[in-house]
């Protein structure tokens, strides 16, 4: 594998230089913000303003211009969410669409991007275009097929086919994947192998650890990607009892829907859980190399 | 059953299953199915999947069915769109998977069932205690096909003006003197606009943009020819059709000013559903569907009054309505179940459970929104003229004069002066709906003469139908 | 796919997979396999039928009858073909390096050490999770020419702002707006990426006196190519495919006039709105042509100037 060699990636350098102290000056860190505060006020006003719609009335939601704080302010927007949607039952439905997704985002699809970043193989670059070329159909005209197939197999009515293929991983977090993996020096496994390690311990004690900022950013995007998914829950579900949260919001929306302020109180609760998620999971983008591998 | 009915139900039941029943379902002619009562022996429950509207109101409304048909269980299922588009629907029927029972929009209907996609009740209709004159003419008229009846028309709804009686009496117009044609439509639009040096503060009437009746509206006014007898030629080229977007353009340079700023002013938060520049008071006549009076309802405060929308020198009373029907899919196991299930729900009881479910939500509503006085139900307007009787008996009574005269113009207009959605498209209706659209509004900006237009969306409204037809009769 | 069995046919098969190399490729097979059996069941057949169906004439109901290359002979002659071809080659010529620039820099922005952190990065991945609807509406608010923030603001400079989302030259741009501000996965992207750079590679850099700037030209980017690599094929496949941004923009339309009917619409349209699934799965094919061949260029391209990119023949 011809490994560019107009920059050196420097895990021998990082290892031997002591941390110099962080030196922040106060006027500095003003600064910071001064940039930052600006910027995310325009980038979270899509929530102030759901949450602010939550709460209307639909004789104020129906001004315009609109106004932005409700008046009367009606908490009650929020209980009576669950009279139409039982939002806490479709949550427990969600998750087990939610975790299988998570599990091949993590496990199967990073098994398959680890061997395109580092493993030599016959055929391996045109397996890899195969990989990408899955996702340049648009999915309005392989819906049919595909339902068909899973009509084959009896699944249809049920959870099997928003769970199953996902386990197997995609060709999205394979990709996103073996480019991150890329970029960690392989001397580190050559190492561990070079010890009689095998591929797979190697794998998993040695590159998942020094890949746990893109691991994160993969849970988060299987999370939202399956937490939002609409098509294949409405087409494949045919009872109630399995709804997932974005199918009970259809409710809200049906040609005699039209409550808005509970829509968007059932969004803004829907929403929540992935923002937790986000601010919880973030933190673990700070432990990259220097952490979590050499020090470690 | 026609052979070519046959042979379509053979290709649908892909998964195999279903063949044998449907087969049998389609040559065994239903017996009179004698409408179950308290007094039959205990029999076994049936349960039949419904797919149409989810939630607590739908789901009230099946759980009253056992209360007519004890031994019928109806699982309810949300269907998603069925209005542009019919994603489960379609995709579970071409797999061979689909429910018994379930809603449909009104535009496509006769393009599916012409392709076979609902199953023939004509027989159990004939054979049950309906009769045809029960319903709405027009609406059960958009469920036959070629003399068959395919579905049974559960709601509709009519489009009329609206104006709003403070502006009138603001401008010198009399509060209770309506525009009634076209001329006077003009002239009460210009003493309506307010305008703040460039700035639209209040619009009097923008047709086509505001509100939901589009150019269908005016141009069956005018007595504009949408579709010939056999429904294979479209005649939206028809002189009446130029005339009717000309007219609409020339009203948009003499009194709304540049499309382009009209559409700006509302645009997407109309049918995003936030924002009614009517009820808003941000336009002072609309010509929108009846349906709006519930809106008005939940918002008290604005005094208005309901007409037939203004028609021209010539021109006739007119209007259009849609909505949706119950049908039977081609794979239901329980044909004649499902048949009792789509007579229920269209039915006197059906909508009496209805009714009652949406009071009570009307109670939540006004005590969740803190609206002051009782709570207040428009009821939807219902097909079967039995439960339209019946609604108007129970609940017409509780609302005010408004109201009463809004639900009397509506019965009007739906047994003597409507039309439908969907038989007056055809076999390409959505094409036909999208055309239209793109004319006006390639019109309307000046990209094109309404004639160009109206011609433009002659042949491509055209080719479609034709293919739909070719398809059908190589079929 | 042949590729699963790929050299048994050659003579020196068995001691090829007894050598080094040969047990490494054994191990890129079994690595890759869990993908490959789901590739092989559920995605390779429905692909294949889609692009198939292409050659069809099939309104979804009633059985697909072969025509040929008729489908792709009306697709020459269709003027939505290219309108909507061509409105999504604006969008992803403006939109995917924009959005790249713009997520790149903010995860610049974000990367640093500062309290609340924790909080600003998730305020500005905030329009990624928003549902769709939500912040349609809101953009729809914002862009209303006569009382939307965004006029407003341009009021103050007494620049008399366009209607935006009703007017044909400006709708692309509204909509190209919306996608670089929700970009946020394309920012958490490379916020992980930079977070992979060793602290101590830029506090050598910084004793040797290397201004930021320097840092960044000849740290940071260099080591983030493989990232920015990530994020332009999957902006190019990702953009030729822009829908729901749109659609609930427009009302499903792709007005006004059409100057917003992105490709994935119209192929929405044919499929579902039209029943004309042959005709929509010949728009999928043309599309995935187009999309492969770029992306084929770009991985092609890549060994010029992406770190560490493995050789691509």
């Known amino acids: 594998m011809a490994t560019d060699t107009r920059v050196q990636p420097a895990p021998a350098v990082a290892a031997a230089q002591p941390r110099p102290l962080r030196r922040r000056s106060g006027l500095m860190a003003v600064f910071r913000h001064v940039i930052l505060l600006p910027g995310v006020v325009f980038f979270v006003i899509p929530l102030v303003f ?78 890899f275009i195969v990989l990408l070329s899955t996702m340049m159909v648009p999915a309005f005209v392989t819906m049919i097929p595909t339902y068909i197939l ?112 509970l829509l968007m109180a059932a969004s803004t609760m829907m929403v929540a859980p992935v923002i937790l998620l986000f601010f919880f999971a973030q933190k673990h983008f700070v432990t990259g190399i220097t952490m979590s591998g050499l020090k470690g | 059953m026609s052979t070519r009915a046959l042979s379509r139900r053979n290709f649908l039941a892909l998964s195999g299953t279903a063949a044998a029943s449907l087969v049998a379902a389609a040559c065994v002619a239903p017996e009179v199915a004698p409408a179950a009562g308290e007094g039959e022996p205990m029999m ?101 096909w070629e003399g068959k009846i395919y579905g049974l028309p559960w709601d509709t709804d009519v489009r009329f003006l609206y104006w709003n009686r403070d502006h009138f009496a603001e401008v010198g117009l009399d509060p209770d003197q309506p525009p009634t044609t076209w001329a006077e439509l003009e002239e009460y639009t210009d003493k309506l606009n307010i305008r703040d040096g460039d700035e639209v503060v209040r619009y009097g009437f923008v047709p086509y943009l505001y509100g939901n009746s589009w150019m269908w509206l005016w141009a069956f006014q005018a007595g504009a020819p949408s579709l010939s007898d056999d429904k294979r030629t479209v005649l939206c080229d028809d002189q009446i059709w130029i005339d009717t977007l000309q007219w609409l353009v ?60 203004p028609i021209p020198a010539g021109g006739m009373k007119s209007t259009w309505s849609c909505g949706f029907s119950i049908i ?97 498209m055809g076999l390409a209706a959505l094409q036909y709906w999208v055309e239209m659209d793109n004319a006006a509004r390639n019109a309307l900006s000046k990209q094109m003469t309404p004639e160009e237009a109206m011609l433009n969306c002659k042949t491509l409204v055209q080719e479609a139908t034709d293919q739909a037809w070719e398809s059908i009769d190589n079929a | 796919m042949a590729a699963t069995t790929p050299t048994l046919s050659t003579p020196t098969a068995r001691g090829f997979w007894k050598s080094l190399r040969g047990r490494e490729a054994l191990s890129f097979y079994l690595f890759i396999a869990p993908w490959t059996l789901g590739f092989l069941a559920f995605i390779l057949g429905p692909i294949l039928a889609s692009l198939a169906l292409g050659f069809t004439q099939y309104d979804i109901i009633l059985p697909a009858k072969w025509v040929g290359l008729k489908n792709f002979r009306d697709l020459i002659a269709d003027p939505l073909f290219r309108i909507s071809l061509g409105n999504t080659v604006y969008i992803v010529l403006m939109a995917v390096p924009l959005g790249m620039v713009v997520s790149f820099l903010i995860a610049l922005l974000l990367n640093q050490k500062v309290r609340g952190m924790a909080a600003y990065r998730t305020g500005y991945f905030i329009p990624s999770i928003v549902p769709a609807v939500a912040s349609a509406a809101l953009w729809l608010y914002l862009l209303q020419p006569q009382w939307g923030l965004v006029n407003g603001f341009l009021d103050l400079f007494g620049i008399k702002g366009p209607t935006w989302l009703a007017s044909t030259t400006w709708s692309k741009p509204s909509i190209i707006m919306l996608m670089v501000w ?125 770190y560490s990119e493995v050789e691509m023949e």
Not at chain 1, 106 to 111: A, G, M, N, P
Not at chain 2, 65 to 94: C, H, M, R, S, W
Not at chain 2, 110 to 138: C, E, H, I, M, W
Request: with cysteine; proline share 6%.
């Open chain 2, 44 to 144: 076994e429950t049936i349960e039949l999947n419904h797919w149409g509207f989810s939630g607590p109101i739908w789901e009230s409304i099946w759980e009253a069915i056992p209360d007519t048909y004890p031994n019928l269980k109806v699982n309810p299922t949300e269907i998603g769109d069925i209005v542009f588009g019919d994603q489960k629907y379609l995709t579970a029927v071409a797999a061979g998977t689909g429910p018994d029972t379930a809603l449909q929009g009104r535009h496509t209907f006769l393009q599916f069932a012409a392709k076979g996609l609902y199953y023939d009740v004509t027989d159990q209709f004939d054979a049950s205690d309906l009769n045809r004159d029960d319903y709405t003419p027009v609406q059960l008229n958009e469920t036959v």
């Open chain 1, 150 to 261: 899973f009509a084959k197999l009896r699944w249809v009515g049920g959870f099997k086919p928003l769970v199953i293929p996902y386990l197997m991983g995609s060709a999205f977090f394979v990709f996103l994947l073996r480019q991150f993996f890329l970029t960690i020096p392989r001397e580190l496994e050559d190492a561990a192998f070079i010890d009689g390690s095998s591929r797979l311990r190697t794998f998993t004690g040695i590159v998942l650890p020094l890949a746990k900022p893109v691991l994160a950013t993969v849970t988060i995007f299987a999370f939202m990607a399956s937490w939002n998914e609409y098509m294949g829950p409405l087409i494949y579900l045919s009872n109630k009892k399995q709804y997932v949260l974005s199918l009970g919001l259809q409710v809200f929306t049906d040609a005699y829907g039209g409550e808005w302020g």
């Open chain 3, 182 to 306: 929700a970009s946020g996965g394309t920012m958490i992207i490379y916020l992980a990426g930079l977070q992979d750079i060793p602290d101590t590679l830029y506090e050598a850099a910084s004793i040797d006196g290397a201004s930021w700037l320097r840092r960044l030209v000849h740290v940071t980017i260099p080591l983030m190519t493989p990232t920015i690599f990530f994020t332009l094929v999957m902006g190019i496949i990702g953009t030729f495919q822009v829908f729901s941004v749109v659609f609930v923009l427009t009302d499903g339309m792709g007005g006004p006039l059409n100057s917003t009917l992105v490709y994935l619409i119209y192929v929405y349209r044919n499929a579902f709105v039209f029943f004309r699934m042959g005709y929509a799965s010949a728009l999928s094919l043309i599309l995935f042509l187009i999309i492969l061949v770029l992306t084929l260029a770009n991985v092609r391209l890549a060994g010029r100037w992406v």
């Open chain 2, 250 to 309: 020339d009203f948009y340079d003499n009194y709304v000013g540049d499309f382009e700023s009209a559409n700006s002013f509302q645009q997407g938060l109309q049918s995003a559903g936030l924002g009614l520049p009517f009820v808003a008071g941000k336009t002072s006549m609309s010509a929108t569907g009846s349906w709006h009076v519930g809106d008005l309802l939940r918002s008290p405060g604005v005094d208005y009054g309901t007409a037939p929308a």
């Open chain 1, 50 to 127: 759901m949450v602010s719609t939550s709460l209307k009335a639909l004789r104020q939601i129906a001004l315009f211009p609109p106004e932005l704080i409700p008046n009367p302010v009606l908490w009650a927007n929020y209980p009576e969410v669950f009279h139409y949607a039982p939002m806490h039952l479709y949550f427990v439905n969600t998750l087990f669409l939610v975790l299988p997704a998570i599990f091949g985002a993590v496990f199967t699809s990073s098994l398959a991007a680890y061997a395109f970043a580092r493993l030599r193989a016959p055929g391996k670059n045109a397996i």
């Open chain 2, 328 to 424: 039977m899919a081609p794979g239901s196991e329980h044909p004649e179940e499902a048949f009792q299930v789509m007579r229920w729900f269209t039915g006197t009881p059906g909508w009496d459970a209805l009714a009652t479910a949406d009071v009570a939500e009307a109670k939540r509503t006004w005590e969740r929104e803190q609206l002051e006085g009782d709570p207040k139900f428009w009821p939807r307007l219902a097909c079967y003229l039995p439960a339209l009787e019946h609604l108007e008996k129970t609940y017409l009574p509780e609302l005010g004069e408004i109201e009463n005269s809004t639900w009397a113009l509506s019965l009007d207009a739906l047994r003597n002066w409507t039309h439908g959605c969907g038989s007056v």
